[in-house]
């Protein structure tokens, strides 16, 4: 079983920038996939960023590319997605997501809402 605890979210303006962060309840080099995912009123949950265990490799939704890092740190069981240039469309529930030997858990999200 894995939980995950996500902080970060908030108001923002358009261009500002958000951390968003998500903490593991087991050693984070044991998930062999992590991510950010989001949702939209009245949208389907969309993948935003991955990252592998080592990190090595990370994956983006084209909208986002440019703008949001995705990153970990090991040491303290922690995912992050760093929002820069933030956009009225990005105002969503962003969800964090762990793959453990072939299972998905989520968190329970947490809102970023972007003014123009």
């Known amino acids: 079983q894995v939980q995950l605890v996500e902080s970060g979210g908030g108001l923002v303006q358009a261009g500002g920038s958000l951390r968003l962060s998500c903490v593991t309840s087991?050693?984070?080099?044991?998930?062999?996939?992590m991510g950010w995912y989001r949702q939209a009123p009245g949208n389907q949950r969309e993948l935003v960023a991955t990252?592998?265990?080592?990190?090595?490799?990370?994956n983006y939704a084209d909208s986002v590319k440019g703008r949001f890092t995705i990153s970990k740190d090991n040491a303290k069981n922690t995912v992050y997605l760093q929002m820069n240039s933030l956009k009225p469309e990005d105002t969503a529930v962003y969800y964090c997501?762990?793959?453990?030997?072939?299972?998905?858990?989520w968190g329970q999200g947490t809102q970023v809402t972007v003014s123009s």
């Open positions: 997501k762990a793959v453990r030997v072939g299972l998905d858990y």
């Open positions: 087991v050693n984070i080099f044991s998930i062999d996939t």
């Open positions: 990252i592998t265990r080592t990190g090595a490799r990370t």
